[in-house]
């Protein structure tokens, strides 16, 4: 079982910057592909970035490429999501989430909500115009 805890959410103006940290309890989160999602009010969540297990490889969702940046320490159980140049439309409750499967593909990144197993509490985002 993995516990996975997101923190760094806030109220930021249009064009600010947030990093979002995301904590996962358990020995093996470094055999774990990584990803963050998002919600907004009234629409379904959506797939942001993922991370290989191996780090070495991320994927982005177009709305987010150039501007959010994950990263992931294994020494440290945690992944973040690093966003600057945030908009309005960003605002969401964000999640992080966990793929056990993906131990075996040192580059699989999945972007679909179904291929994770494991998911945060999430954290709210909300940005200004």
């Known amino acids: 079982q993995v516990q996975l805890v997101e923190s760094g959410g806030g109220l930021v103006q249009a064009g600010g910057s947030l990093r979002l940290s995301c904590a996962a309890s358990?020995?093996?989160?470094?055999?774990?592909?990584m990803g963050w999602f998002r919600q907004a009010p009234g629409k379904e969540r959506e797939f942001v970035a993922g991370i290989s297990w191996s780090g070495g490889r991320t994927y982005y969702a177009d709305s987010v490429k150039g501007r959010f940046t994950i990263s992931r320490d294994n020494a440290k159980n945690t992944v973040y999501l690093q966003m600057n140049s945030l908009k309005p439309e960003d605002t969401a409750v964000y999640y992080c989430a966990a793929d056990p499967t993906s131990a075996a593909y040192s580059l699989r990144v999945p972007s679909t909500s179904e291929a994770y197993d494991y998911w945060g509490q999430g954290t709210q985002v909300t940005v200004s115009s």
């Open positions: 358990g020995r093996t989160f470094s055999s774990y592909a």
